[in-house]
């Protein structure tokens, strides 16, 4: 049995349904990050796992004892908010003691183990001021020491880093890293944000309309999404697609025919391929640092946008005729990744060398059809 | 001078005079209403504290502080501090807890009709009290009173006296009819306070061990502090100045058993004709009103 066991979790409000029968497990001292659009239940999930929203069925056994009906102050989980939730009329120190007063210990340990908590977080030379006195990045850290001070069996985060400025999020970012290695403790984090997702999880969740869409390593999610809206998901720029159909298919190869350009795309085709047939709608993706100069199939198009961001440089391209299936853009472009500086202008003819390696394909049912093969699986 | 500098000072200096005098006339109409309803009325009651005379007294005779050594020795002053001091006490209580009680109830303890009911606890502050004490006036008469009857109909007996004509239970009565007014304001105070303490705030409680009396001790009440804080002041300084309940239900009586300052300075001023004495009266009570209102700026500012 796994540490953390999450079964047939529902969570219903009156008639909508904000959980849809979610099961997972969670192995102790994993990073598990659950992602997902605003709305999908990835907060209410964490929420239901804290015990401050009483889910509607399922079960949650945590270290072999049902929880799921426990209080949240006996269910042996601690939680870091994204406003912090601090106590403001309480010291940093006893912020962080209060679960440990509330449990009844007495006050050398708590006062032992608020030293410790913020000797990890390097905030002992805050312990005797007020919230109010302390930056938001202190705060947060005040936050996640009042978590470690009750050492619970999990923490949950709840988009902890969404209130700080980006270069603190990115600092927060390893420094939760390197707690989690230092602690070794079982973490499940929420957040929109994918790159945290990318760079902090053992495992990501994707969640979506309340049901799990996926659950794998960061890799393995990014390499091998199960459907088109986890490939969309993970990835900035995301990923290019456009609309296909299959011309001429076997068991190696299928002739992806695109609306504008005169030449098929060839695609190899493995045993890790979904069923096709010939005349089958079909999205096309290509992931932005994919698109090179070298593939023999090519999109003529031409610059619109040009960000260059120093070691990198993205371009923002219109392939007219070939439209990119983005639904949030007012002008569908494509997006190509550089890892290099290149001067450029707008309005200046590039081609899009798609690599056949490189291209996934989703059937009209979002599922993916196929995998790009370059991608060294994790 | 043609310098830039000469130039900028002549502007700088103009601006500063037209600042200086918009300031003047914006505070002019508050300067004044101040002037004539507070600071020369509270002047002539300090001067007129030190001289004896009468409504219709052709002169005044300058007495000192005489007027107040007779405050110090007059048993009925001292009793209708101590009235005030129920009032104000009482009222805190009343007030302040039954509001807290009703405000959490209408933040938390309820999911629907909160609006109706806060609507309902809050329409007594809108009337004037004048018009509450003469409601309760008729509802506490002991022959059409619907008091009398309600308590006849679960078999107690009603007070002999009445309820306002007997003097150990007259001064709780009216304590009673001011918090049934003014509770809905304290209610609403609080209610606010309350709803500015993020849920989240209650939620980390809830993780850290502290939900129901436990969250109500450690998390709603200091964060409310400063509300309540000012709650209090306003009910002692509402308790002190209280004039108008207490004339409308008992004029000050039965013996004087709820003679507060205010109607103790209206009694020597206008029945008695003994106008120094009371504005030494109103002097005490200016005192009071002023430390209490000292203390509430000094708190709001912390706050």
């Known amino acids: 049995m796994s540490f953390l066991e999450i079964t047939n979790i529902v969570k219903d409000y009156g008639a909508f349904r904000a959980i849809n029968d979610v099961s997972f497990s969670v192995e102790e001292g994993e990073f598990i990050v659950m992602v997902g659009p605003s709305g999908c239940g990835k907060s209410t999930l964490l929420r239901s796992l804290a015990g401050l929203e009483d889910i509607t069925s399922g079960s949650l056994i945590l270290g072999g004892r049902d929880i799921t009906r426990d209080e949240p102050a006996d269910r042996g989980v601690a939680m870091v908010f994204q406003n912090y939730a601090l106590y403001p009329h309480m010291t940093v120190a006893q912020n962080m003691g209060f679960g440990l007063k509330m449990a009844g210990q007495s006050k050398a340990d708590v006062k032992v183990a608020v030293e410790r908590a913020a000797k990890t977080l390097r905030i002992t030379d805050h312990l005797h001021k007020r919230p109010k006195m302390l930056s938001g990045g202190q705060r947060q850290r005040v936050a996640i020491g009042r978590a470690i001070t009750r050492s619970p069996d999990v923490f949950l985060f709840d988009e902890p880093l969404s209130n700080l400025d980006a270069s603190l999020r990115a600092q927060m970012r390893v420094e939760l890293g390197h707690l989690h290695a230092e602690l070794g403790a079982t973490m499940i984090y929420v957040t929109h944000d994918q790159v945290e997702a990318m760079t902090m999880a053992s495992r990501i969740i994707v969640l979506n309309g309340g049901d799990i869409e996926q659950i794998g390593t960061p890799l393995e999610l990014y390499n091998k999404p199960a459907n088109r809206f986890v490939a969309e998901f993970l990835g900035s720029p995301r990923i290019n697609l456009f609309d296909g159909k299959i011309a001429a298919i076997n068991a190696q190869t299928a002739s992806i025919k695109i609306d504008g350009i005169a030449d098929h795309l060839e695609i190899s085709l493995s045993s890790d391929s979904g069923p096709m047939a010939s005349g089958d709608k079909v999205t096309v993706g290509i992931r932005p640092e994919s698109i090179n100069d070298t593939a023999p199939w090519k999109i003529p198009a031409k610059i619109s946008v040009i960000e260059s961001l120093g070691r990198e440089t993205l371009f923002y391209v219109n392939a007219d005729p070939v439209k990119t299936l983005d639904p949030d853009a007012k002008d569908p472009l494509f997006a190509v990744h550089k890892s290099n500086q290149i001067t450029a202008q707008i309005g200046d003819d590039i081609s899009l060398g798609i690599p056949q390696e490189g291209v996934f394909l989703f059937n009209e049912a979002g599922e993916t059809v196929r995998y790009p093969i370059t991608q060294t699986a994790p | ?303």
């Open chain 2, 1 to 303: 001078m043609n310098s830039p500098f000469g130039t900028q000072k002549q502007a700088g200096g103009r601006r500063t005079m037209s600042s200086g005098a918009s300031n003047a006339i914006l505070l002019l109409p508050a300067l004044s209403l101040c002037m004539i309803f507070i600071f020369v009325p509270a002047m002539l009651a300090i001067s007129g504290s030190l001289y004896s005379y009468g409504l219709t007294s052709p002169t005044r005779d300058f007495v000192g502080l005489g007027n107040y050594i007779k405050l110090v020795q007059d048993s009925i002053f001292w009793v209708s501090l101590k009235n005030n001091l129920i009032i104000v006490f009482g009222s805190i209580v009343l007030q302040i807890g039954i509001g807290c009680v009703l405000a959490a109830i209408l933040d938390r303890g309820i999911t629907f009709g909160s609006t109706f009911f806060r609507t309902i606890i809050f329409m007594p502050v809108i009337v004037s009290a004048v018009a509450v004490a003469v409601v309760w006036l008729i509802i506490l008469d002991p022959n059409i009173g619907m008091l009398n009857k309600i308590v006849q109909s679960v078999g107690l007996t009603p007070p002999s006296l009445g309820w306002l004509g007997d003097p150990k239970i007259s001064i709780w009565i009216v304590l009673g009819v001011a918090a049934w007014q003014q509770t809905g304001f304290m209610m609403v105070l609080i209610l606010a306070g309350l709803q500015g303490v993020p849920q989240e705030r209650y939620e980390a409680a809830a993780l850290d061990g502290a939900r129901g009396l436990r969250a109500f001790w450690y998390i709603t009440l200091p964060s409310i502090r400063n509300i309540l804080i000012v709650a209090v002041l306003i009910t002692t300084i509402g308790g002190f100045k209280v004039f108008d309940f207490v004339f409308v239900l008992t004029k000050g009586g039965p013996a004087n058993a709820t003679q507060v300052l205010g109607t103790y300075t209206y009694l020597q001023a206008f029945t008695l004709g003994n106008l120094g004495y009371a504005n030494a009266i109103a002097v005490v009570l200016l005192l009071i009103a002023v430390l209490i209102g000292w203390l509430q700026l000094k708190v709001s500012r912390q706050a």
